[in-house]
């Protein structure tokens, strides 16, 4: 069982920066594939980015060169660097473990959730 809890969600203006955490306890954090998701109001949720076991990258077009995922093993975390912020990014924001070894891309793909956090941008 891994239970993760999300943080660093808030208001900011277009252009501006936020840093996401996940915190996941349980064991064996380093052999889960880790992910952030979003799901705006009215849309369906949609993948942002994972990191693979192996700290391989995966973004969705629509934040490649803005957001950065990464994870420190040490301290059983996951972060998203999101940069160059957008309205429409606005959404809630959950973070996804997935034990596999292929890149976590799908929310059906997901063994666990965080409860989500909210951002949401300015114009």
């Known amino acids: 069982q891994v239970q993760l809890v999300e943080s660093g969600g808030g208001l900011v203006q277009a252009g501006g920066s936020l840093r996401l955490s996940c915190a996941a306890s349980?064991?064996?954090?380093?052999?889960?594939?880790m992910g952030w998701f979003r799901q705006a109001p009215g849309k369906e949720r949609e993948f942002v980015a994972s990191i693979s076991r192996t700290t391989g990258t995966y973004y969705a077009d629509s934040v490649k060169g803005r957001f950065t995922i990464s994870r420190d093993n040490a301290k059983n975390t996951v972060y998203l660097q999101m940069n160059s912020l957008k309205p429409e990014d606005t959404a809630v924001y959950s973070c996804?473990?997935?034990?596999?070894?292929?890149?976590?891309?799908?929310?059906?793909?997901?063994?666990?959730w965080g409860q989500g956090t909210q951002v949401t941008v300015s114009s």
């Open positions: 349980g064991r064996s954090f380093s052999n889960y594939a």
């Open positions: 996804a473990a997935a034990s596999r070894i292929t890149p976590l891309l799908r929310g059906t793909q997901v063994d666990y």
